[in-house]
Structures are given as structure tokens and as C-alpha cells.
């Protein structure tokens, strides 16, 4: 299986210091969806269900042919924000909450902004919106996350 992103592509920590409100995140393109990703997700997550693999049964429940997991684009958002902060370690809260679905053939784009900073019992906090959408800018998915920075100091 390849991908298109590489460990080295993962930034070096992000310091308190460095962020603000206000400030984008740098986005993240996800590879085009495929139906072959889908039944490996199946398998990976255990769920099975055959709107997510059938493309007949995705049209005999009305979706018009199969969809994505909504847990696939979380995974995409969590990815995101890992890279972001050169890991999910700071990561302290994440919710996600899912708006459309997503259909192999999309390629689905993450990103987000900072949208509060506070140091709170010795600890330095960001809170940021993010969002999951396709290429046409139809939101897939938006949430939220809290994480702790480490200062320069």
C-alpha cells in the first residue's frame, strides 16, 4: 500500500509561542477515495456493514451506491491534527461531527484554524476548528480539538 505523505513531512513540535488566534493550519489532501480502501477499512475497523463495500446494496438503501465510513474521515482529521503537532501525545480532547457523505472517487481536504490560546495550571493550551471537505468544498465533516503546546522555554 502506498501513500502520499512520509515521516519526514511531519513537523518538528509546534511551540506555544509560535501559534495565534486566528492562524490556518497548514491543510492536509488526502489520496482519492477508493472502493479497495473501503474494504480495507471494513476489515481494519470490523465494520462491515455493505453500504460501505456493496455498491447494490448502497443503492437498495437509497445512498445511491456505497459511502465512506464516517469513522475513515475522522481518521483523516486525526491525522491531520497529529501532523500538525508532530504527534497525537498533546492531543487532550477531539470531536468530530459528521455533516455529509463521502463517496470513493472524492478526495477529501483537511483543515482548520486556531481559534483560542490560554495557559491554564502551569500547562499551555490551543483549541482549534477543523473540517473535513471535498475538492468542491462540500463539508464532509467539522469538529473541534484541545491540545497542550510546549513553550521555548
Not at 492531543?91 to 483560542?116: A, D, N, Y
Request: overall charge negative; glycine content about 12%.
Amino acid at each position: 500500500m502506498s501513500t502520499d505523505f512520509k515521516a519526514e513531512s511531519i513537523p518538528a513540535r509546534v511551540f506555544f509561542e509560535d501559534v495565534e488566534v486566528g492562524q490556518e493550519l497548514p491543510p492536509l489532501t488526502n489520496p482519492v477515495i477508493t472502493h479497495a480502501q473501503l474494504v480495507r477499512y471494513a476489515g481494519a475497523s470490523g465494520d462491515f456493514n455493505p453500504i460501505h463495500t456493496d455498491v447494490e446494496a448502497g443503492k437498495n438503501f437509497g445512498l445511491g451506491g456505497t459511502i465512506a465510513h464516517g469513522m475513515l474521515i475522522m481518521g483523516f482529521l486525526g491525522h491531520f491534527i497529529s501532523d500538525y503537532l508532530g504527534g497525537p501525545t498533546p492531543v487532550r480532547k477531539f470531536g468530530v461531527r459528521f455533516l455529509s457523505m463521502t463517496r470513493p472517487g472524492e478526495t477529501i481536504v483537511c483543515s482548520g484554524v486556531i481559534t483560542k490560546k490560554y495557559e491554564q495550571d502551569g500547562q499551555n493550551f490551543i483549541e482549534a476548528s477543523i473540517a473535513a471537505k471535498n475538492t468542491e468544498g462540500d463539508t464532509k465533516a467539522s469538529g473541534s480539538f484541545t491540545a497542550v503546546l510546549p513553550g521555548k522555554a
